[in-house]
């Protein structure tokens, strides 16, 4: 998907995973980000900016704006042809700075939680789209959605989908308005599984309220055994 995600890191942390990148002082870890929820994103108009978005793409002829939690994910086979993502695939792409994301899969206990996270911890990006609608009275939103792709191996045991997670050298490329869409398109094959690994995790990320440390840790019960070792 994905339908939730993380950045667990404060801005200084942010800063040295994306050295290149403006970071606003004041960004705060969050560990359960949920759809219609702030979401904090680079962009390039003209200059690289970071900036504030909602998480659920609404285009600008879109008449109601909570429409938008139907786009908070863009295939992207289908970018150049789906009338609410193609103009923004064209002119409106942005950077998604994240440091995990959640799927879950069906265990004797139910539908339990897991996280997915780079090996060394690090922080990385999703590719995304953004918009601006405006309503009647000159209010203004501005909206996103994460980018999605085929599984590589190790997302494929949880979900038939996965984030198109950007490699460090395409970030400015993919800001670049010049970046041609050949180009565009290789970025969003699937990152190799290596560098990854994953965790069952609390329940309590079930609910999209729910924000705290705790939420990230790995996690086990008499009902649900620890499987980190399994992936």
Known sequence: MPGRFT???DADQLKSSFPDFPVDARLTPRFNIAPTQP???WVADPAVRMEIFTWGLIPPWEKDPGAGVKRINARAETLSERAGFKVAYRRKRCLIPVDGWYEWKTTPSGKHPYRFRRRDGAAFAFAG???EW???EGGMILSCAVITTRPNALVRKF???MPAVLREEDHAAW?????LFKDLDRMLEPI???EFTVDPVSPEVNRAGVDHPGLILPWSSPEQPRQTELF
Not at 175 to 179: D, E, K, Q, S, Y
């Open 7 to 9: 950045l667990a890191k």
């Open 39 to 41: 979401v904090t994103a």
């Open 129 to 131: 789209l953004w918009e």
């Open 134 to 136: 405006h309503d009647k």
């Open 159 to 161: 979900h038939a989908r």
């Open 175 to 179: 800001l670049n308005p010049t970046t």
């Open 192 to 194: 190799p599984s290596d």
